[in-house]
């Protein structure tokens, strides 16, 4: 994570946007009357995908149950009712 001042962001902005986007590099940014963190668009809906399959009940156990189970225990894609 970018550490910097506001002063130092606007100076350098189109460089600290830049190397957020292209390098999914955080940015907190500190000002008088507290901290702003910038984040790419892609880490933003990553967070909110995450946040969203962590609310869904026992999610997690399916999944490591899916997980741990046999290929040959599997039923085939075109056999799978979406």
């Known amino acids: 994570m970018i550490n910097t001042n506001e002063t130092n962001f606007f100076a350098n902005f189109y460089n600290v946007l830049k190397?957020?986007?292209?390098?999914?590099?955080?940015?907190?940014?500190?000002?008088?009357?507290?901290?702003?963190?910038?984040?790419?668009e892609s880490d933003y809906n990553s967070m909110l995908e995450t946040l969203y399959l962590s609310s869904k009940p026992n999610l997690?156990?399916?999944?490591?149950?899916?997980?741990?189970?046999?290929?040959?225990?599997?039923?085939s894609e075109d056999e799978v009712e979406w």
Do not use: R
């Open 19 to 40: 190397q957020t986007v292209m390098f999914n590099e955080p940015v907190n940014i500190s000002t008088k009357d507290g901290n702003v963190v910038l984040i790419s």
């Open 60 to 75: 997690e156990e399916k999944i490591i149950q899916g997980k741990n189970t046999p290929l040959e225990e599997c039923i």
